[in-house]
């Protein structure tokens, strides 16, 4: 009689284990992109560098390229100047601002405005490399298209 009660719980403990073993491990992730990140205006927050990958026009002709730097700042806002050149000369040192939106799954909007104009670009973001890194495309249809790229400018670097 024991040696049946010792072999159905150990059947019974085998079978457990096996089912166990077969059911998929699920964890409830908080980001949708899957990569274990909640981010916010805060992981993006501090002194960075760009460089675009070429400017677009809607006609397909190439209207130029841009390196700069920008700030985000705690709140959301954001400064930096840029040299362009283009196909109609080249301008060192234009300022901008604007500002940042950043959603929990890394992704978001950049909004602004070289300083004197009111025409405003917006460009959608994705925050890359445990926020070392954004990489962003141009919104806009009746604008420029393109991409860009821009990497944390790090203290000591």
């Known amino acids: 009689m024991i040696k049946h009660r010792i072999l159905a719980l150990g059947l019974l403990a085998l079978g457990m284990l096996v089912v166990l073993a077969a059911s998929p491990v699920t964890t409830t992730s908080q980001v949708a992109a899957g990569n274990g990140y909640v981010c916010s205006v805060a992981t993006v927050t501090g002194s960075w560098a760009f460089k675009t990958d070429g400017f677009y026009m809607q006609s397909g002709l190439l209207d130029g390229n841009a390196l700069g ?23 060192p040192g234009t300022a901008y601002e604007g500002t940042v939106r950043v959603n929990p799954d890394c992704t978001g909007t950049f909004r602004f405005h070289d300083v004197g104009s009111n025409d405003v670009v917006t460009q959608s973001i994705v925050i890359a490399r445990s926020g070392r890194e954004i990489l962003g495309m141009m919104q806009d249809p009746a604008a420029d298209v393109g991409t860009f790229r821009a990497i944390r400018l790090i203290e000591g670097d």
């Open 69 to 91: 730097i920008f700030e985000v700042f705690p709140d959301g806002k954001l400064k930096g100047k840029y040299d362009w050149q283009g196909v109609n000369g080249f301008y």
